[in-house]
């Protein structure tokens, strides 16, 4: 067999894809061996402590073995999408340090694990500008009920929660409006395509 | 098209995350509004991943861990609970005008205060991020004027949409300028109105952290 090693880009890649179709334990081990040793290394050095710089390594291999799913090739190498996810955790990690609540989260500057989701799971999975352009039309066509959450939400920009105190339904309620509603749409906006 | 960028240094800092909060958040609109700086992030990210999982000398002299132990947890552990974001709101409104944000602030929507109007056909609403520096939203009316002003540190303002004017140039969307202390402006907008984001900015500093991966020395990056 060759001895492709993870710091070859496209054997990297395949590593993260064997992860994410099959939960690959024998690509992660690989992939493990070669950066968590210098995420340590980095970090210690970052850190000056042997604690936090173990809480960062673990924390962003975890989020490499379960989330691979997320790692897009056409969008960069393998060990970048690593770099970026350790840069957001250490991020967080000075954040907590400082004991401040308010402050920006990584995720929100950086939404490196965002979940670019083709699945309905999400609440607001309609992509904008699509969204915008073509809401209008689609609307006509759902139930009164659902029309009326989806016109709050996305033409008002009002939250969920204001919804459900708007038109004194429960917040459940409008939850499942919403996913209902942009279900549909998405179908009708398929079926257009 | 865009004609004012931040610095080579500013994206390496936002890359690193080691700007101020008020910052992170003008370089990362700046960033989404401007494909050229955003393929630069890239290229910056790719640079300095490459320096941090390339450094053996590091690799050797730092102290063993449990390898196996570690990967044990990781095979045991939970999906981290999926950060439900909170959900991105694109959407802003000043006097019933809606403006669409760019997503760092969409996803940052929460964090945006109420408006209050000033003086002179101006509008002012915080974004409170945190950090030593004020972050702002800026709307200028039509045919309004900010009076002559220097400052007391650097100034950033970004253009989220519409266009103002000072004496030495025009801004547009996604225009990105920085002023020092000694420079005197007078920003007005014309026929248009104009909404930006400003703050005021500390010192730059490239002493620790990720950014140090690039030393400004060796870096292609400093020029
Ligand atoms: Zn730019």
Same mark, same amino acid.
Not at chain 1, 73 to 100: C, E
Not at chain 2, 86 to 108: H, K, V
Not at chain 2, 182 to 202: F, R, V
């Given at each position: 067999?060759?001895?492709?090693?993870?710091?070859?880009?496209?054997?990297?890649? $395949?590593?993260?894809?064997?992860?994410?179709?099959?939960?690959?334990?024998?690509?992660?081990?690989?992939?493990?061996?070669?950066?968590?040793?210098?995420?340590?290394?980095?970090?210690?050095?970052?850190?000056?402590?042997?604690?936090?710089?173990?809480?960062?390594?673990?924390?962003?291999?975890?989020?490499?073995?379960?989330?691979?799913?997320?790692?897009?090739?056409?969008?960069?190498?393998?060990?970048?999408?690593?770099?970026?996810?350790?840069?957001?955790?250490?991020? $967080?990690?000075?954040?907590?340090?400082?004991?401040?609540?308010? $402050?920006?989260?990584?995720?929100?500057?950086?939404?490196?694990?965002?979940?670019?989701?083709?699945?309905?799971?999400?609440?607001?999975?309609?992509?904008?500008?699509?969204?915008?352009?073509?809401?209008?039309?689609?609307?006509?066509?759902?139930?009164?009920?659902?029309?009326?959450?989806?016109?709050?939400?996305?033409?008002?920009?009002?939250?969920?929660?204001?919804?459900? $105190?708007?038109?004194?339904?429960?917040?459940?309620?409008?939850?499942?409006?919403?996913?209902?509603?942009?279900?549909?749409?998405?179908?009708?906006?398929?079926?257009?395509? | 098209?865009?004609?004012?960028?931040?610095?080579?240094?500013?994206?390496?800092?936002?890359?690193?995350?080691?700007?101020?909060?008020?910052?992170?958040?003008?370089?990362?609109?700046?960033?989404?509004?401007?494909?050229?700086?955003? %393929?630069?992030?890239?290229?910056?990210?790719?640079?300095?991943?490459?320096?941090?999982?390339?450094?053996?000398?590091?690799?050797?002299?730092?102290?063993?861990?449990?390898?196996?132990?570690?990967?044990?947890?990781?095979?045991?552990?939970?999906?981290?609970?999926?950060?439900?974001?909170?959900?991105?709101?694109?959407?802003?409104?000043?006097?019933?005008?809606?403006?669409?944000?760019?997503?760092?602030?969409?996803?940052?929507?929460?964090?945006?205060?109420?408006?209050?109007?000033?003086?002179?056909?101006?509008?002012?609403?915080?974004?409170?991020?945190?950090?030593?520096?004020?972050?702002?939203?800026?709307?200028?009316?039509?045919?309004? %004027?900010?009076?002559?002003?220097?400052?007391?540190?650097?100034?950033?303002?970004?253009?989220?949409?519409?266009?103002?004017?000072?004496?030495?140039?025009?801004?547009?969307?996604?225009?990105?300028?920085?002023?020092?202390?000694?420079?005197?402006?007078?920003?007005?907008?014309?026929?248009?109105?104009?909404?930006?984001?400003?703050?005021?900015?500390?010192?730059?500093?490239?002493?620790?952290?990720?950014?140090?991966?690039?030393?400004?020395?060796? %870096?292609?990056?400093?020029?």
């Amino acid at each position: 067999m060759p001895s492709a090693q993870p710091d070859n880009p496209e054997h990297a890649a $395949d590593l993260l894809a064997k992860i994410a179709s099959e939960q690959s334990r024998a690509a992660f081990s690989e992939l493990f061996r070669y950066f968590a040793p210098r995420l340590q290394a980095y970090a210690t050095r970052q850190f000056g402590n042997e604690q936090t710089a173990m809480d960062l390594v673990q924390e962003t291999m975890t989020n490499v073995w379960h989330k691979a799913h997320l790692f897009k090739p056409d969008r960069g190498s393998a060990a970048t999408w690593i770099f970026t996810i350790a840069r957001n955790i250490r991020f $967080d990690l000075l954040r907590k340090n400082k004991h401040r609540q308010n $402050d920006l989260s990584a995720d929100d500057l950086w939404p490196v694990l965002a979940e670019q989701n083709d699945s309905l799971d999400d609440d607001y999975a309609l992509d904008n500008d699509l969204l915008m352009q073509q809401l209008a039309v689609y609307c006509e066509q759902l139930p009164k009920a659902q029309r009326t959450v989806i016109e709050l939400i996305y033409v008002e920009g009002k939250s969920q929660q204001e919804v459900a $105190d708007a038109l004194e339904i429960p917040l459940g309620t409008v939850k499942s409006r919403t996913r209902l509603a942009l279900q549909k749409l998405k179908e009708l906006i398929k079926h257009d395509d | 098209m865009i004609k004012f960028h931040p610095s080579e240094q500013h994206l390496v800092l936002y890359a690193a995350g080691e700007l101020s909060p008020a910052m992170l958040m003008m370089v990362g609109t700046h960033v989404d509004m401007c494909a050229h700086c955003q %393929s630069h992030v890239q290229d910056i990210e790719e640079q300095m991943a490459s320096k941090l999982f390339g450094d053996n000398e590091q690799l050797a002299r730092r102290a063993s861990f449990d390898e196996q132990q570690m990967l044990q947890a990781i095979f045991n552990s939970q999906v981290p609970a999926d950060s439900v974001p909170i959900a991105a709101n694109d959407s802003l409104y000043l006097e019933g005008q809606r403006f669409a944000l760019p997503p760092t602030l969409a996803r940052n929507h929460h964090h945006i205060g109420e408006w209050s109007r000033l003086p002179g056909k101006l509008w002012r609403a915080p974004v409170r991020v945190g950090g030593e520096e004020m972050l702002n939203f800026i709307y200028m009316a039509e045919h309004a %004027s900010l009076p002559e002003h220097t400052h007391k540190g650097n100034e950033a303002t970004l253009v989220v949409n519409g266009v103002f004017n000072d004496e030495h140039n025009e801004y547009r969307d996604g225009d990105f300028m920085l002023l020092d202390g000694n420079h005197k402006h007078s920003p007005a907008t014309q026929n248009e109105d104009c909404l930006t984001i400003a703050a005021l900015e500390g010192p730059l500093h490239f002493t620790t952290g990720l950014s140090r991966l690039l030393n400004p020395f060796s %870096s292609l990056f400093f020029k």
